[in-house]
Antibody, heavy 116, light 106 residues
Framework: QVQLVESGGGVVQPGRSLRLSCAVS????????MHWVRQAPGKGLESVAF????????SYADSVKGRFTISRDNSKNTVYVQLNSLTAEDTAVYYC?????????WGQGTLVTVSS | IAMTQSPATLSVSPGERATLSCMAG??????LAWYQQKPGQAPRLLIY???IRATGIPVRFSGSGSGPLFTLTINRLQSEDFAVYYC?????????FGQGTKVEIK
């Protein structure tokens, strides 16, 4: 069955960095684009970043452009997002999702808390 | 593309119908999805392509409309349907979500 498992979340100080990972199984990873979505506490969903199946095309929400970098390793069935220059507004649960018929499979999320 | 959902909260009795709306800020294609999210859970895809039910989604969930106005209808609401619903356009990735509609028990 399809599984997506995020990791790498935690508490980090403002201005610091964090790298999140999403390991997938149950489907041919290299056939699918991938996506990161975040959700601040008590708030709605916000698209963060997209990466094509071959890793060449990447796009970002304006709120994270220049600070976040999405990447993937098709040999490891893993997608990453590097979070730099973090602020309190980046505190959220970060989900990875498969791009199929829209976002058809989601992980359970990893919590990032930015606090001093 | 900004997405606006209405209403913010919808109070419905079990067994009744719920109608949720989603307006795309610009006239959009049918690259429109609906997701359901329950507390403490990841979102679940319900509808894509504006009206196509995702795998395993009950027939009481239906999507309709075309750019810029889309609708999610839930017929004969069951207890497990009380949740927050989000629309998302994916004309261009990363897509844009609406702010959500909470469907609560009346």
């Amino acid at each position: 069955q399809v599984q997506l498992v995020e990791s790498g979340g935690g508490v980090v100080q403002p201005g610091r960095s964090l790298r999140l990972s999403c390991a997938v199984s149950g489907f041919i990873f290299s056939d699918h684009a991938m996506h990161w979505v975040r959700q601040a506490p008590g708030k709605g969903l916000e698209s963060v970043a997209f990466i094509s199946s071959d890793g060449i095309t990447k796009s970002y929400a304006d709120s994270v452009k220049g600070r976040f970098t999405i990447s993937r390793d098709n040999s490891k069935n893993t997608v990453y997002v590097q979070l730099n220059s973090l602020t309190a507004e980046d505190t959220a649960v970060y989900y990875c999702a498969r791009v199929g018929s829209a976002l058809d499979y989601w992980g359970q999320g990893t919590l990032v808390t930015v606090s001093s | 593309i900004a997405m606006t959902q209405s209403p913010a909260t919808l109070s419905v009795s079990p067994g009744e119908r719920a109608t949720l709306s989603c307006m795309a800020g610009q006239s959009a294609t049918n690259n429109l999805a609906w997701y359901q999210q329950k507390p403490g859970q990841a979102p679940r895809l319900l509808i894509y392509g504006a009206f196509i039910r995702a795998t395993g989604i009950p027939v009481r969930f239906s999507g309709s409309g075309s750019g810029p106005l889309f609708t999610l209808t839930i017929n004969r609401l069951q207890s497990e349907d009380f949740a927050v619903y989000y629309c998302q356009q994916y004309d261009n990735w990363p897509g844009t979500f609406g702010q959500g509609t909470k469907v609560e028990i009346k």
